[in-house]
């Protein structure tokens, strides 16, 4: 059986801000997420606060560290809209837990940290 929801472009904003702002778990991994793509010029400075963005097309970067003893050895991971749906896919599949804390409004840092290493990372690799 498969089931389809719809996620607001706001509930991914709020995950955004817990997996960027504050969110030791995913410094960890990962040095920075920038935007790409033809709303990098346009986006404004709290880009992932603003729900707008995730409204249609987007690109995003995220830079994970591969080695904390060696400095700007990272691996870029560009993803977009159909990364964020397999990344909830994703989690909801494997992580139901922090899904269900996601849908309940019940969300953390970890249940960010979860989600985006499921978007970028396709797996939660680190945690």
Not at 4 to 13: C, H, L, V, Y
Not at 71 to 98: C, W
Request: charged share 25%.
């Amino acid at each position: 059986m498969q089931i389809t929801i719809k996620i607001s472009p706001q509930r991914i904003a709020d995950l955004m801000v817990s997996a960027i702002e504050g969110n030791h778990m995913t410094r960890a991994w990962c040095a920075g997420v920038f935007v790409r793509g033809s709303k990098e010029k346009t986006a404004a400075d709290l880009w992932y606060a603003e729900p707008s963005f995730y409204e249609g097309e987007f690109t995003i970067e995220v830079q994970e560290v591969k080695d904390e003893q060696r400095p700007g050895t990272i691996t870029k991971h560009r993803v977009n809209q159909e990364d964020f749906a397999k990344g909830f896919s994703l989690m909801a599949k494997n992580y139901g837990r922090h899904f269900g804390d996601f849908m309940a409004e019940n969300d953390d840092n970890i249940t960010a940290d979860v989600f985006l290493q499921c978007v970028a990372l396709r797996d939660v690799v680190y945690g």
